[in-house]
Nanobody, 118 residues
Framework: QVQLVESGGGLVQPGGSLRLSCAASGFTFSRYRMSWYRQGPGKERELVARITRPGGSTNYADSVKGRFTISRDNAKNTVYLQMNSLKPEDTAVYYC???????????WGQGTQVTVSS
């Protein structure tokens, strides 16, 4: 059974940091491209950051470049999102996504809430 379980969300003050984790199981993690998406209040879901298979490249939404870092640990089947210098506009539910390029295989986690507020 495929599972993506996010953790690490919470309430943080502006300028603070959080690290999100997404633990994967039920599929060959190292073969999949991993991404973080977010959906803020009244907004559509948007891509935040993506990392390709081991040794591959990363890319980020313009709004988070220089503040967020995506990484993966294939030994632990886990992808991370380090979020620094958080802003109120980063408030959203953050979702982990796995997809296998060239196929229709794609999985989503349940999401973790991040709230940036003083």
């Amino acid at each position: 059974q495929v599972q993506l379980v996010e953790s690490g969300g919470g309430l943080v003050q502006p300028g603070g940091s959080l690290r999100l984790s997404c633990a994967a199981s039920g599929f060959t993690f190292s073969r999949y491209r991993m991404s973080w998406y977010r959906q803020g209040p009244g907004k559509e879901r948007e891509l935040v950051a993506r990392i390709t298979r081991p040794g591959g490249s990363t890319n980020y939404a313009d709004s988070v470049k220089g503040r967020f870092t995506i990484s993966r640990d294939n030994a632990k089947n886990t992808v991370y999102l380090q979020m620094n210098s958080l802003k109120p506009e980063d408030t959203a539910v953050y979702y982990c996504n796995a997809d296998l390029m060239g196929t229709n295989a794609a999985y989503w986690g349940q999401g973790t809430q991040v709230t940036v507020s003083s």
